[in-house]
């Protein structure tokens, strides 16, 4: 029998797969395959598509079940660049690629099979990366679960490469810094 979560991940997976939209798994689930396994009740993601195109995706999504207010979701995608659709309680997190960084992620993506189902996620690096971003202390977790993990294979050149260039976009060293510190 499927955990509710599992079936949010399939129903995720399957309307992906159907509408061809190109993704990255990030967040608990991804950290749990490349560090170590934790609780968690969303699914996160990076979509590579257009901003335009989120009004079409609100539809297909509404109709296989999804809880969607595309009022709200329009704003938080002009807002955050972001937006968040609901299925039975649980929820998905989606944030709409708008960098260099996120591109270079995507190129550098794994298949996997996760739940009887492959999926995409980033390298251990870019995931490091993107976790480094909001910085929040669960996030600061899975980094150092996963460079536990992933010691000795990890790239630390391209880590370093991008913390650079990051904190130097975000005018802020704090990505940087931090990445210093954990590694």
Request: proline share 4%; net charge positive; aromatic share 8%.
């Amino acid at each position: 029998m499927q955990s509710p979560l599992d079936k949010l991940y399939s129903k995720t997976l399957s309307l992906l797969e159907k509408e061809k939209i190109p993704y990255l798994l990030i967040g608990g689930l991804a950290a749990g395959v490349l560090g170590e396994p934790r609780m968690t009740q969303d699914i996160d993601l990076i979509i590579f598509t257009p901003k335009k195109s989120v009004p079409e995706i609100i539809k297909k999504a509404a109709k296989e079940g999804f809880q969607a207010n595309p009022k709200v979701i329009l704003n938080d995608v002009e807002l955050k660049g972001a937006f968040r659709l609901d299925f039975n309680g649980l929820w998905i997190d989606i944030i709409i690629s708008s960098t260099e960084f996120e591109e270079s992620a995507f190129k550098r993506k794994k298949q996997i099979t996760l739940l009887g189902r492959k999926t995409f996620i980033p390298s251990a690096e870019d995931l490091i990366l993107l976790k480094l971003i909001p910085g929040r202390e669960k996030d600061m977790l899975d980094i150092k679960s996963i460079i536990e993990r992933q010691k000795g294979k990890l790239d630390r050149k391209y880590l370093e490469k991008w913390a650079q260039k990051l904190s130097d976009e975000a005018e802020n060293m704090r990505i940087w810094n931090t990445l210093k510190k954990v590694l």
